[in-house]
């Protein structure tokens, strides 16, 4: 064998295609490294840079924006709310993933049902919002939800057909034009009283025109006396001819129709009740001896359910005989329970499908040998599937962490003008606070290393988890 | 045109005589839409045929400061921006990305009163040009409603207001449909207090309010939140009732509408807000009595009022407005040559008469321009203020913009007392001018 | 993929299981209640945008359903017969489809190549590398938004090539903040190509760029069309990123249209509405045909 | 056709202490067919992959056709590979998945087309061209992955236990293939397997591995009749060779063995041969080798071995069956003739002569006879 000289020649050139495999390697990283260099690790190692110094990046501060971080309210009020998203997200929908996950194995058109859940997910945020904007929108006659509990509630508590708008500071008594007082409980009570064949008119005001056309009111019309019975009529004391006259039926001033009447006596029981007519006459026959008063039932005016600002400013716990700051921090807007019901809408179908891979993965075996065992089903998936799904539920619960903690368009898209200050996150912060007076903000990029140190551990958790699944 | 010809400086080739192409293009951002952004098109136009200068308008919508920011720091920003915010403006000046104006304009600087000058220099430095105002000192109302509550004259003094106020709820009306604007942002809640105080305390004290020389826990302000409660207090002063002011359904234009209905009958007799709802006015209203008011440009059905001081005010006549102010970002030929034609007579004479409802500061604008005689009062109104003052939330860039309407919502809904306002509005303006200077 | 002996096992084994199960019946019930409740509000937007404006304000949406007669397309005629105007309906539908085309198909080259040297190389520290990219999935957006504002900035007074306020500078700054994602999907998936074909492929003759092209990125032809469609709908969607690289341009993207529109003084309900459902029919067809790939894709990123 | 050869090949992981592979010399003459046998871990594959080139050689030379290969990448060794996954290319069809490598070295269209269709008619590949690789039977993707070896005509076949994800019966038939294909082709093949029987069915030699260490290298019948060790008698054969350890006695005439235990049930009579080399070992103890199918149930005259043991365990395999019995708590099978009436707990007399009996030192293993 001419071993050596060969040897020496291949040797010589033997390192080449070594390095040649590497060189390709590394050009095939190349476009990414490059990229990510620039746009992220550039971005984000200049964003710690920055939280170190002033505003303007010209003053080196240590960790004074740090400091301001921790001791301004608005951004108190973000954490608050990405403690808020924290909490109860990940684990509504991880239930809730978990509950469509494990009903859709029994059903023969999951995959449609799956497609219908998982849909949202491919909407814009801006929609999303948007369409959850008009569902909850405190109109029951605009928003779907409150028009849901209007219908319920309608049930229960129906509305008079004179309505007082209590949130607009109406009240019973702003209806009383002569004649008649208010009542603690709602009603509205005749000044005078009467004995049969006796007369009490009762004059309103403040009742709406278009209450009236829709009632087809006439004109008042004070009626006869009747012997044994009490009559009279109740109408809208207005006239634009004398605003100031309401003890006079003036020309044109209607009745006031459907209102429901009750005939009380002196000690506040009342023994008949009757209605008035579309002229606003009203008659109780047959009248016992002694005096009585004519009552305007409270439920004539029960304005009944009028919608529930979700997006509004108000608040789900307002914790009286706290500090101001402390009953912001303990605070949970409606607003966004509002947000959290539409992320709901968009990622229960994420977590559905990975649950349900997850239980698609389950060996079935062992769930049968628990029932073999004598498990009832609820006992089965009490103690067998969920413990078996817990890597998956794991996976998911953490995944929703990351995503919450980053939370950022749903409420920059669906914060109203009232909630806009109590709702914001701490990503809604970074952006806010990054583009005023200049777009140096070391408050800004403080906040940004805060919220990346925040999601880091979740991450890393994960990663280790997602190898078991 | 001729007019601006004889003083054409080194700088001021905006003159554009027809004899002068300058050619090449401008960029202009502003928050102009729907009616207002096609007449901005139209008295842009002989501009454009002048000069031979491409104009391109963007329609940068509520984040313009943002994206204005944005693209300073991308360096690119538009040749001309105009924001109605005079916070934003000022951080902008302070940061000296506006070229000043004076050498640019000339003579086109005399077509606006020193107020609105003022209003648009920073530390004594012309930086920039209103294009547009709109007087917050207004109340819209549906005269047939007035009628129908026997009222027959508008109010003058605040005390009338309120008792013709308590006459209408009476007759079934809502005396005041409460605007909370675009998705409750608290703005309209903001300018009512603003028009109290200013009429009550006059402009001087309002703008020490606003740069912190007065303190927010002074008496005048707890007694324009008194005169505030007064108002609302008015049984069913509010369409749909306060809490819909803080949330979402009281839109613009819902809160129009409830007065000058597309359809049906009003529910409700005025509306407070700026000369900007006569936009929404004119192309939706169908009239209430149909057989008494027929809507044409020159007869509306609609009417207004300034708003009143309360009786024995010294400051009648203090206004508080709005508008949009045009500043120069990216100084070339063609962009001066613009600024100082968005000055200019022409200008401002097409924008107004474009339909709309535009007005402009732009004192050269012959009466003639506005047809509508609810427009054509309201301008002389505008121009007759002894002085203007701006929005707050306007002045308050950033932060503090949302922050106050918040806070102003808070009070309106009840969650916060005066005292409570008073002191977050004191701490939090404290902590914004110390963070801006 | 796979034969007919390996999926007649599991509908086996399915069947046993629902003869364990209790009756399907509530079952049934209940997620037909569920369906309905998830898919009402997307029929509100469709049905809205089907009104005229004017009933926007005046009823709720749900009384045009008793009303089908009073439903019209006149919303669509009026944007759609704006035409390609800059800012208008299809001028923002065409940018958008602009800047999502080719930042999807940068990230999955990218992505893939890069998958590919880290699964398939035999350097040092690719593990390290691979780490540091998964880490990256956590920086938010909002982070680097001002300092690339700047980078770009500086690369106009360097070069003269300033991509701030252009549709390659939305690009670019979609692409670097898909890859992570990407190149943690593609590392996953490509780690389950089997060894013994690269090395197969390579005694036969292939270089390294053969074996990718003729090798991996067949077999990776699912994980990339998993990245391809949740980069394409993440883009599609952004909001963010558009508003401030390209909010003042004449051309934005639909979501920056819909934005504008939703900020404005006068809620123009009916624009919006109407734009959000041409906004969504994009993402929905590509989720419709490609549903078994989404799927996929969620399993595999379960860590974006 | 090449011979390979192989000089102290070496391949040492970083974090692992001892070798993979130790000081590997091998010869492969060309055209010969040679098993490369043992259990998992000993470094077989290991020691095929960097003859194929998926591993760097950490020190020692490979020598492929004469030419020192150590350094050349996979594609210039002129070799294929039958992986044991085979590896087939998914996406591609049966065709593609053959000529892949021929249209890589850019061969005419019409020579790859002729080198695939006389591969697959070897094959029996024919109709199943347009398949892709799911669409097959274990079996037949076994055979594809042949295939594609076979149309790049390389100097040098590797195959990387090519049968273990075969069912015993179709392994047999493949095995005989192989071995057919072999006889036809004349190439060099080198043959990984743990199975021994495979080894021994097709082997011209056979190398046995153990812990990275070659321990017998030579034709199956000497490594059947001549195990150089404990380790080699043990591994070839099945079931695998009894052993017992017993004592050495070495009188002043003769050299006899004992039993560990005073009353053990195990005698084995040396020939005189035998004694001289016993004598001459230096140790005390000897393991003593008989494999099972030697063993008879009866007493003979002048067994070599013979014991007396319990049985535990019958397992009947039609044509014989395999007693397991114990006899000094030793363990032993035997292959006896189906016919044969032993059951269980039975008392039975195990022999087998000289000639069988294999001697084996105790602690290095070596054999001795």
Redesign the interface.
């Given at each position: 064998m001419s071993g050596s000289t060969i040897n020496a020649k291949i040797r010589t050139s033997g390192h080449r295609p070594w390095i040649r495999?590497?060189a390709?390697?590394?050009a095939?990283?190349a476009?990414?490294?490059i990229?990510?260099l620039?746009?992220?690790?550039?971005?984000?190692i200049?964003?710690v840079r920055?939280s170190l110094f002033n505003e303007s990046a010209t003053k080196f501060l240590g960790l004074t924006n740090y400091k301001t971080v921790f001791s301004t309210d608005t951004i108190l009020t973000a954490f608050r709310n990405n403690v808020i998203w924290v909490l109860i997200f990940p684990f509504f929908v991880t239930t809730i993933g978990l509950i469509?996950a494990v009903?859709?194995?029994?059903?023969r058109w999951a995959t449609a049902?799956k497609?219908?859940?998982?849909?949202?997910?491919?909407?814009?945020?801006?929609?999303?919002a948007?369409?959850?904007a008009?569902?909850l929108d405190n109109s029951?006659?605009?928003?779907?939800v409150n028009?849901a509990v209007l219908t319920v509630s309608d049930w229960f508590n129906p509305p008079g057909a004179y309505p007082v708008s209590a949130t607009a500071g109406q009240t019973v008594a702003n209806l009383v034009g002569s004649n008649a007082h208010a009542e603690k409980n709602s009603s509205i009570v005749s000044n005078s009283s009467a004995r049969a064949g006796g007369m009490i008119d009762i004059g309103l005001e403040d009742v709406s025109p278009t209450t009236l056309a829709l009632l087809k009111a006439q004109d008042a019309v004070k009626p006869q006396p009747m012997s044994g019975a009490i009559t009279g009529v109740v109408w809208r004391a207005f006239s634009p001819s004398d605003p100031t006259n309401k003890t006079d039926i003036l020309p044109a001033e209607l009745g006031l129709p459907i209102l429901r009447l009750s005939l009380v006596n002196p000690q506040g029981v009342s023994v008949a009740t009757t209605t008035t007519t579309t002229s606003g006459q009203y008659k109780f026959s047959n009248v016992g001896t002694g005096s009585y008063f004519v009552e305007l039932v409270g439920s004539n005016f029960s304005s009944g359910f009028t919608g529930i600002s979700w997006l509004g400013g108000s608040s789900l716990t307002p914790v009286s005989g706290l500090g101001q700051t402390a009953q912001a921090l303990l605070s949970v807007p409606l607003a966004d329970m509002a947000m959290i019901i539409t992320y709901l809408?968009i990622w229960?179908g994420?977590a559905m499908?990975?649950i349900g891979?997850g239980l698609a993965s389950l060996n079935?075996e062992v769930l049968?040998a628990a029932?073999i065992d004598g498990a009832k089903?609820w006992q089965v998936f009490r103690r067998v599937t969920v413990p078996m799904l817990a890597p998956v539920l794991a996976?998911?619960f953490v995944?929703m962490i990351?995503n919450v903690l980053?939370v950022?368009?749903i409420v920059?898209?669906m914060a109203s003008g009232s909630s806009i200050n109590a709702t914001p996150t701490l990503?809604v912060e970074?952006?806010n606070d990054?583009?005023t007076g200049g777009?140096?903000?070391g408050v800004?990029?403080a906040i940004?290393v805060i919220?990346?140190l925040l999601?880091?551990p979740a991450?890393i958790m994960?990663?280790k988890r997602?190898k078991g699944? | 045109m001729l007019a601006s010809f004889s003083v054409v400086g080194v700088n001021s080739a905006a003159s554009a005589s027809s004899s002068t192409k300058i050619g090449g293009s401008v960029?202009v951002?502003n928050?102009f839409?729907?009616a207002e952004a096609t007449g901005f098109a139209t008295a842009l136009k002989p501009f454009e045929k002048e000069t031979g200068v491409k104009v391109?308008v963007?329609?940068?919508?509520?984040?313009g400061p943002?994206?204005?920011e944005?693209?300073v720091?991308?360096?690119?920003p538009?040749n001309i921006a105009a924001v109605p915010t005079p916070g934003s403006f000022d951080l902008l000046a302070a940061g000296k990305r506006l070229t000043p104006l004076k050498p640019i304009l000339g003579s086109e600087v005399k077509n606006f009163s020193a107020g609105w000058s003022a209003a648009a220099s920073y530390k004594g430095t012309l930086y920039g040009l209103w294009l547009d105002s709109s007087s917050k000192n207004t109340v819209f109302y549906n005269p047939a409603v007035f009628k129908a509550a026997g009222i027959t004259s508008t109010p003058t003094t605040f005390e009338q207001m309120l008792s013709d106020a308590s006459t209408i709820a009476q007759a079934g009306y809502t005396p005041i449909s409460y605007c909370s604007g675009?998705?409750g942002a608290g703005w309209s809640a903001t300018d009512l207090f603003q028009n109290l105080f200013v009429k009550a305390n006059g402009a001087a004290a309002y703008n020490n309010l606003v740069s912190g020389k007065l303190s927010w826990t002074s008496s005048d302000v707890t007694q324009a939140f008194a005169d505030y409660s007064s108002l609302l207090g008015t049984n069913g002063a509010n369409v749909g009732g306060i809490s819909n002011a803080l949330g979402t359904?009281q839109?613009?234009?819902?809160c129009v509408?409830n007065v000058f209905p597309?359809?049906g009958a009003p529910t409700a007799a005025m509306v407070i807000e700026a000369s900007?709802v006569e936009q929404?006015t004119p192309a939706?209203y169908v009239g209430s009595d149909a057989s008494s008011c027929t809507l044409t440009q020159t007869n509306p059905c609609y009417d207004y009022f300034p708003f009143p001081a309360s009786s024995g005010s010294k400051y009648v006549k203090d206004d508080q407005s709005s508008g949009d102010v045009a500043m120069l970002l990216k100084s070339t030929k063609a962009s001066r040559a613009l600024i100082k034609y968005m000055g200019s007579k022409q200008f401002a004479t097409l924008w107004e008469e474009a339909p709309g409802g535009t007005i402009t500061p732009n004192l050269s604008v012959p009466a003639s321009a506005l047809k509508n005689p609810v427009t054509a009062s309201i301008v002389k109104n505008l121009n007759s203020a002894t002085a203007t003052v701006f929005s707050m939330d306007d002045e308050y860039g950033g932060t503090l913009e949302p922050q106050m309407w918040s806070n102003m919502l808070a009070w309106v809904g009840g969650t916060d007392t005066t005292a409570q306002f008073e002191s977050t509005m004191q701490s939090e303006t404290k902590a914004y001018l110390a963070a801006n200077g | 993929?796979?034969?007919t002996a390996q999926t007649s096992d599991p509908t086996k084994?399915r069947h046993?299981?629902?003869r364990?199960?209790?009756a399907?019946g509530p079952?049934?019930l209940?997620?037909g209640i569920?369906?309905i409740v998830?898919?009402?509000?997307?029929v509100?937007?469709l049905v809205?945008s089907l009104r005229p404006e004017?009933d926007?304000?005046?009823?709720?949406?749900?009384k045009a359903l008793l009303d089908p007669a009073s439903l019209t397309f006149s919303n669509y005629r009026v944007l759609f017969d704006q035409g390609f105007v800059a800012?208008g309906l299809l001028d923002s539908l065409m940018t958008s489809i602009e800047i999502t085309v080719p930042a999807t198909l940068l990230v999955v080259?990218?992505?893939c190549?890069?998958g590919?040297?880290?699964v398939?190389?035999?350097?040092r520290g690719r593990d390290v590398?691979f780490l540091t990219?998964?880490?990256?999935?956590?920086?938010?957006?909002?982070?680097?938004?001002?300092?690339?504002?700047?980078?770009?900035?500086e690369l106009?007074?360097l070069f003269g090539l300033?991509p701030?306020?252009t549709i390659p500078g939305v690009i670019?700054?979609h692409?670097?903040?898909g890859?992570?994602f990407g190149?943690f999907l593609m590392r996953n998936f490509m780690s389950g190509i089997?060894m013994?074909?690269l090395?197969?492929?390579?005694?036969?003759?292939?270089?390294?760029?053969?074996v990718?092209y003729?090798?991996v990125l067949?077999?990776a032809?699912p994980a990339l069309a998993s990245l391809a469609i949740f980069q394409f709908?993440w883009v599609?969607?952004?909001?963010?990123v558009a508003?401030?690289?390209l909010?003042?341009?004449?051309h934005t993207p639909?979501?920056v249209f819909?934005?504008?529109q939703?900020?404005?003084?006068?809620?123009n309900?009916w624009i919006?509405?109407t734009g959000?459902i041409v906004?969504?029919i994009v993402?929905?067809i590509?989720?419709?045909s490609f549903?078994r790939y989404?799927?996929r894709g969620?399993?595999a990123g379960?860590?974006? | 056709m090449a011979s390979v050869v192989l000089r102290n090949l070496t391949k040492q992981y970083s974090g692992n202490n001892a070798p993979s592979l130790e000081m590997l010399n091998l010869e492969i003459a060309d055209g010969e067919f040679v098993c490369l046998v043992g259990p998992s871990g000993c470094g077989k594959t290991t020691a095929l992959r960097m003859i194929?080139?998926?591993e760097d050689v950490t020190s020692g030379e490979i020598e492929i056709g004469g030419r020192i290969v150590n350094n050349l990448?996979?594609?210039d060794r002129d070799?294929?590979?039958v992986?044991?996954?085979?590896?087939?290319?998914?996406?591609l069809t049966v065709a593609d998945n053959m000529s892949?490598?021929l249209k890589?070295?850019k061969v005419p269209k019409a020579e790859i087309e002729e080198a695939v269709q006389s591969a697959a008619k070897i094959l029996d590949l024919v109709d199943l061209l347009k398949r892709k690789p799911?669409?097959l039977s274990g079996g037949q993707r076994q055979r594809v992955a042949l295939g594609?070896a076979l149309v790049?005509d390389p100097a040098v076949f590797l195959m990387d236990e090519p049968l273990s994800n075969l069912d015993a019966k179709l392994r047999v038939q493949t095995r005989a293939e192989i071995a057919q294909l072999h006889h036809r082709l004349q190439a060099t093949m080198l043959y990984v397997t743990h199975d021994q029987v495979e080894a021994m069915t097709m082997a011209d030699r056979i190398a046995v591995l153990n812990l990275g260490v070659l321990e017998q290298y030579g034709t199956p019948r000497e490594l059947y009749n001549f195990p150089n060790n404990q380790f080699v008698a043990g591994f070839i054969g099945s079931p695998s060779m009894n052993f017992v350890s017993m004592r050495i006695n070495r009188d002043v005439e003769r050299v006899y063995l004992t039993g560990m235990s005073a009353d053990s049930n195990i005698k084995v009579t040396l020939t005189d041969e035998q004694s001289d080399i016993l004598r001459k070992s230096d140790c005390s103890d000897i393991v003593v080798g008989v494999r099972p199918e030697h063993l008879i149930e009866e007493s003979i005259d002048h067994a070599g071995f013979s014991a007396v043991a319990e049985v535990e365990v019958i397992e009947f395999l039609g044509n014989d069956e395999h007693i397991h019995a114990t006899s000094d708590d030793t363990d032993l099978v035997a292959i006896l003739n189906a016919h044969s009436s032993v059951a269980r707990g039975d008392s039975i007399t195990l022999s087998a002569p000289h000639d069988t009996v294999h001697f084996f030192h105790p602690t290095s293993g070596l054999r001795l006879n």
């Open positions: 495999e590497h390709v390697s590394f095939f990283l476009p990414a490294a990229w990510l620039f746009i992220v690790i550039y971005p984000t200049d964003t920055l469509f009903l859709t194995e029994r059903i049902f497609a219908l859940i998982v849909m949202p997910i491919v909407f814009s945020t801006t929609a999303s948007l369409v959850w008009t569902m029951p006659q605009i928003g779907a028009a809408w229960a994420f499908v990975l891979a079935r049968e029932r089903e996976v998911v995944t990351i980053k950022f368009d920059l898209n990503a970074i952006y990054g583009f777009v140096h903000s800004s990029s940004a919220l990346f999601v880091l991450m994960n990663l997602i699944v | 960029s951002w928050e839409s729907g391109t963007r329609n940068i919508g509520s984040s943002t994206l204005i944005a693209a720091a991308g360096g690119k538009p675009t998705a359904d839109l613009w234009p819902t509408n597309t359809a900007f929404t939706n | 993929m796979t034969t084994r046993l299981l629902r364990m199960l209790p399907r079952s049934n209940v997620l569920i369906a998830w898919l009402v509000p997307t509100s937007l809205i004017a926007f304000g005046v009823s709720g949406w749900w800012g080259f990218f992505a190549f890069a590919h040297s880290l398939f190389g035999k350097w590398v990219v998964v880490g990256l999935m956590v920086v938010p957006v909002q982070v680097a938004l001002i300092p690339v504002v700047q980078f770009y900035h106009g007074n300033n701030y306020g670019i700054f692409v670097a903040f890859l992570p190149i089997p013994d074909l090395e197969a492929a390579r005694m036969e003759g292939a270089g390294e760029w053969k990718f003729r090798i067949p077999l032809l709908i599609w969607n952004d909001l963010l508003l401030v690289f909010g003042g341009n004449a639909l979501t819909l934005y504008d939703n900020h404005e003084l006068q809620a309900y919006i509405s959000a906004s969504v993402p929905l590509v989720f419709f549903q989404f799927v969620v399993l379960a860590v974006k | 194929a080139g998926l990448p996979s594609r070799i294929a590979l992986f044991q996954s085979y590896a087939l290319y998914p996406h892949f490598g890589l070295r799911a669409q594609r790049r």
